[in-house]
């Protein structure tokens, strides 16, 4: 068993409305597994089924070859995106509750909230009321929770929200590590830069069905579409455009060079080799920019919601 | 995984440590008992003003019916015209003036006396007047008739029946009031525990929504049991501030009595006096011995069972509904319109409790409504006193705890949906829809 979690073929309506359509998804194990669609796309109904909150109306999920079942809420930690604390309650005792609600004893929880305290220097905040501290101080808290009982699936909704870039760095590099660790992510946020940097999988869900899904780096190659952004310096360049102009389709390009004499972008056939492409410019002028371009995790996000 | 004690513990820690809470558990004795002070304190001042009421009396008779007491004085203007009187009377700023005309008042007294005076006065003193007036001339109208005085005394009866059911056990008037006093403070203390509870199990609901830790919660428990746990929780805080209160109270009374012991002598000495009058009419003392026997005559052991079931099932029922409205609104001003469906059998019951049952605790209204699930909890703690049949109790109760459990699977139902839902209040449509879920 490679994959952790399953999901096969879930659907879920409320009353008329159906959220989720014959979903299925497989989360490796070891993975950051990014969750993206549009706003009510049904990302969240399909990961409050994954922790129990909802039942489905058909399929079934499996963590770890097992269906779910209520034991498993100790093996998944989960950040929602709508998330909170009791306001009123220290910092200290709602840690110890929360942990406890995962079935963690009480000594084990305060050993290993005394270790996340040291180690994210917040330590001075045990008797602090949630409400005194800041909202992306709170949003530590909320993160220390999550993954204190060292569940072997994460599930993050917008993590970052909340926080300012130098702590979005700091758990951005918790995640990595606790990954490193043997944890497996599911990962659904709306910004594409975060999951371009951590995702190793993506699955696209769209009006309540999966329309994209795989690893990131197949994706990626699905969506490319032969085309290389290529720079060039040359005495007489217009006889060089029209040249190349009459071999190739041209399309204007906008990166950033030193030489700006030729900047253009380059679509090649199906079947065409840069090679031959590279050898036909380095023959008529000088090449300081070649490079092939690869679809954002944007793009095929915008591309794909569009089509479908 | 049964986390529901850690839950309770939770919610009851939470609420004895509120600092609302705490002031409200040691200022509201306090509250009352000040409050409780400051109007006997003003009802004494009242009672105390001194008034002085003329008399023009033209029968010459009357007027010696009119005895100078502790705050009222009569003052006699017999021989003054009736404009002079009033004349006089309004100088001297009395507090009014009684005018008992000469006419034949034995025969038709309508009209023939008047009271003149600067404002309306108080009902007290004019029935107080018009008793006197009706005794003297009862009196008079029976010596004309040739009885005397003595004969009059003589006549005065006061008849008690006594009251024996058919296996022997013997009862008094007495017995019905200790009985409506039993039933009603059992039946009351449930309608207020249910208001003031039920209210903050809906408030730590809604605080749960509001502050978003909802999600976080029911990823690790289920919502029922985090619903049970706040249900449990908060009443054994609510159980927790009143003993506090009965505590605080009695100790209150206590040292109150003892820091006005003086007073409180002088008080009893004054009353004793009015107490030993109407003890010689009615024999208080046997009265007293009445009391005492409708105490032990008491079914005890029922009331107290039937107390402990009726209560805690009523209150749970009542408090899953205030916790499914808790979750289904995003705010406290929300909760109006769901509010009315719970408060109205709770009100009724109420009522139907103080005024049928007092009527006739076995009538068909009374029965009725004691198994009424919604209505049953109050209504038959204010009949069990009276003596209802187990088999009814039982029945009761078992439709009582039928209800319970369909209402706890109803509000869990409005519970799981409700909780997550945020944004525009629902409508009754949408709740029903929730059940489907």
Request: glycine content about 6%; aromatic content about 10%.
């Amino acid at each position: 068993m490679n994959d952790l979690l399953v999901a096969n073929s879930v659907s879920k309506n409320f009353g008329k409305f159906q959220a989720l359509n014959q979903v299925s998804i497989a989360v490796p194990k070891g993975s950051i597994f990014g969750l993206l669609g549009p706003n009510g796309a049904g990302k969240t109904t399909l990961i409050r089924i994954i922790n129990q909150i909802t039942m489905p109306d058909q399929g079934a999920v499996f963590l770890d070859g097992q269906p779910l079942k209520p034991e498993h809420v100790r093996d998944i930690g989960y950040l929602p995106e709508e998330r909170g604390l009791y306001k009123s309650m220290k910092v200290g005792e709602q840690c110890l509750y929360l942990a406890q609600l995962k079935g963690l004893s009480k000594t084990e929880a305060k050993a290993r909230l005394k270790y996340w305290f040291d180690k994210l220097e917040i330590g001075d905040w045990w008797n602090k009321k949630i409400q005194e501290l800041s909202k992306g101080q709170a949003q530590k808290i909320q993160f220390v929770v999550t993954v204190l009982h060292r569940p072997k699936l994460l599930i993050f909704d917008e993590p970052f929200s909340g926080f300012d870039p130098i702590n979005a760095n700091l758990i951005k590099d918790e995640i990595l590590q606790l990954r490193d660790e043997g944890a497996t992510v599911i990962f659904s946020t709306h910004r594409m830069e975060s999951v371009e940097e951590l995702c190793d999988h993506i699955a696209l869900i769209h009006k309540s069905n999966k329309v994209l899904d795989g690893k990131l780096n197949d994706i990626k190659r699905q969506f490319k579409t032969n085309t290389f952004e290529v720079g060039l310096e040359s005495p007489n360049k217009d006889k060089v455009f029209a040249e190349i102009q009459d071999k190739f389709e041209v399309l204007p390009a906008t990166f950033r060079n030193l030489h700006d004499d030729i900047k253009l972008n380059i679509k090649l056939g199906e079947n065409a080799s840069p090679n031959d492409l590279l050898s036909f410019l380095t023959s008529k002028a000088e090449v300081h920019h070649f490079v092939e371009v690869i679809p954002s995790a944007s793009d095929i996000f915008i591309q794909t919601v569009k089509n479908n | 995984m049964n986390h529901l004690p850690l839950i309770i513990k939770r919610e009851y820690l939470t609420k004895v440590k509120n600092k609302s809470f705490i002031v409200m558990t040691f200022l509201s004795p306090l509250i009352m008992i000040a409050l409780a002070a400051v109007v006997a304190y003003l009802s004494q001042l009242n009672n105390d003003k001194e008034r002085t009421i003329s008399i023009l009396d033209e029968t010459g008779y009357l007027k010696e019916v009119f005895q100078n007491s502790e705050n009222t004085t009569y003052t006699d203007l017999t021989g003054l015209s009736l404009e002079n009187a009033i004349a006089l009377v309004k100088e001297k700023k009395d507090y009014g003036l009684l005018h008992i005309a000469s006419v034949d008042v034995l025969g038709d007294a309508t009209n023939k006396i008047k009271f003149y005076s600067e404002e309306s006065p108080s009902l007290s003193v004019i029935s107080g007047l018009e008793q006197k007036i009706e005794k003297r001339l009862k009196e008079e109208k029976l010596q004309k008739d040739g009885v005397t005085l003595a004969q009059i005394e003589a006549s005065k009866t006061n008849i008690e029946i006594a009251q024996e059911s058919y296996d022997g056990q013997k009862s008094s008037k007495a017995d019905n009031v200790v009985k409506l006093i039993f039933g009603g403070a059992a039946g009351y203390l449930l309608f207020m525990f249910i208001i003031i509870y039920g209210n903050m199990i809906m408030r730590s609901v809604i605080e749960e929504k509001t502050s978003r830790i909802i999600e976080v919660i029911i990823s690790s428990v289920k919502p029922i049991q985090l619903m049970m746990g706040k249900i449990i929780g908060t009443s054994l805080a609510g159980v927790t501030q009143f003993v506090i209160w009965s505590i605080l109270g009695g100790v209150f009374m206590f040292v109150l009595g003892f820091i006005f012991n003086i007073d409180l002598l002088a008080m009893q000495t004054q009353q004793q006096e009015v107490a030993m009058q109407t003890l010689q009419d009615s024999g208080m003392e046997q009265r007293i011995g009445e009391f005492f026997i409708a105490f032990q005559n008491l079914p005890m052991t029922n009331l107290i069972i039937a107390f402990l079931f009726f209560f805690i099932g009523g209150y749970l029922l009542y408090s899953s509904l205030y916790a499914a409205i808790g979750a289904a609104v995003d705010n406290e001003t929300d909760t109006q319109q769901f509010m009315l469906p719970i408060l109205m059998p709770l009100m009724l019951a109420v009522y139907v409790g103080f005024f049928t049952v007092i009527e006739d605790p076995h009538g068909t209204v009374s029965t009725v409504f004691s198994f009424i699930p919604f209505t049953s909890p109050v209504v038959m703690l204010m009949r069990i006193p009276f003596g209802v049949p187990l088999w009814q109790q039982g029945l009761s109760l078992l439709l009582l705890i039928g209800t319970f459990v369909f209402a706890v699977w109803f509000a869990a139902k409005i519970y799981r949906v409700g909780i997550l839902m945020y944004g525009k209040k629902p409508t009754y449509k949408e709740l029903f829809k929730w059940l489907k879920y």
